[in-house]
Each structure stands twice: as C-alpha cells, then as structure tokens.
C-alpha cells in the first residue's frame, strides 16, 4: 500500500474508534479528504485506497486540479469563499461548508439565481470569537437565521466551526460541545434540521466525531504536510 492509502485506512479505523466510543454508528460520519496543496497524482492514490470525498478551500486551485481528476469524485468547500469566487465556485463544489456572513449567504443566491442552481451550504460559526477567524459569531448568527432561511436558493444543511489551534486534541471539545448545542437549539427555535455538523480536523477528528461531527475535514493525516510553496 502506498503511504496515503495506509493513512486513510488508520484515519478510517480512528473514526471508527471514536463513533464506536459515543455510541454512533460509523456510517453517520463521512470523511473530507482535504486536497490543499496536494496535485492531482497525491489525490489519485487515495482515490485507489476507495476515498471518493474530497474537499478544497482555494478555488483557483480546484478549478485546475478538479478537472483533472475522475468526474465521479464528490467535491466540498471548506475554505474561506471570497464573494468574487462564487460563480466558480458553484458548480464545483456539491456543498460549501463555509457561508460565514449573511452578505456572502445572500450573494451566493443571487448569483445561484441566475446561473439556475440550488447550492447546499453549512453556516460557519467562530464559536470561540476570535478576531482572527471568518464565521458568524453564535448571537448573530440566531439574528440572522431568519434572513438566511428566506433566500430560496440555498439549502441550508448545518454548520461549521474551527477551533482554536491548540497542541492537545481535547482542547477543543468544549467548542464542539458548543456548536451542537447551538444547532440543537437552532433546530428548536426555527422548526427547522441542520443535519450536518462539520468539525474536526488532522488534530481533534476523534473528539469532534466523539461530539456528533457528520462531516470530518483531514488533510495532513491522509495526505502529510502541505507543500507551503503553492498559492492561490
């Protein structure tokens, strides 16, 4: 097996772990490969070790690396969307993890209106509130739930944290803890289901699933360091 494809399977086999840990079903979660920096040739090996989920938070680099790529790949969103990016954007990705304003909420419909689409999108939310981080703050976000739920366009399907960079793993639970409490709560308030909750990176994955994560994000796990010198 190459190196990717025994990562994966010790990633895959983390999760399991973790979902048996709390409970869940191993099914419920489903693992982005995060390509960033990575060519196409890296993603082809785990392509071969059975990952079909991948996901990206450059658009430049997804609109070269995409098409390159076999078209039965599933593709995600995970970065920060710059509201000039979007129409790129669009038919790329089968869901944007990372709709941090209702400005950006409302631009993506618009444009989704005229290009004929229905985007599947997560809300990100800077649980921790810190400044250096894109996402609705939690307050604001339930301010703006209204707003956001009458754009016709969008499909909104859960939301998204990162937490604070941290050196241990459980650091971070407190936030996850949060963030599903904040969709539990949303859910109530709005009548509405957020099924997703996408937390969890090469660092917490374990924790995040632990605290109901659907969707884990692992990029140097899988994949190891990112090459520093590629940009957007």
Do not use: C
Request: charged share 30%; no cysteine.
């Amino acid at each position: 097996m190459s190196s990717v494809a025994e990562n994966l399977e010790r990633v895959r086999e983390r999760i399991a772990q973790a979902a048996t840990k709390a409970g869940r079903a191993v099914d419920e979660i489903e693992l982005v490969a995060i390509t960033k920096t990575h060519d196409a040739e890296r993603v082809r090996e785990a392509i071969e070790a059975g990952q079909i989920l991948f996901g990206e938070s450059r658009v430049q680099e997804a609109r070269v690396k995409i098409p390159e790529l076999p078209s039965n790949l599933r593709w995600h969103f995970v970065g920060h969307l710059q509201k000039n990016k979007i129409r790129h954007a669009l038919p790329l990705f089968e869901l944007i993890h990372s709709v941090d304003s209702l400005s950006l909420a409302q631009e993506i419909n618009r444009i989704a209106e005229e290009e004929g689409m229905h985007p599947r999108v997560l809300l990100e939310v800077n649980v921790a509130g810190e400044g250096s981080k894109f996402g609705f703050p939690p307050d604001k976000l339930r301010q703006d739930m209204e707003a956001l739920l009458a754009l016709p366009r969008l499909s909104i399907e859960g939301l998204m944290t990162i937490p604070p960079l941290a050196k241990e793993a459980e650091a971070s639970r407190e936030y996850f803890v949060d963030l599903r409490k904040l969709r539990d709560r949303l859910e109530t308030e709005f009548q509405m289901k957020l099924p997703h909750l996408s937390m969890g990176m090469t660092n917490d994955f374990p924790v995040a699933v632990e605290e109901g994560a659907t969707l884990v994000r692992v990029g140097t796990a899988i994949f190891g360091e990112r090459n520093r010198s590629k940009r957007e």
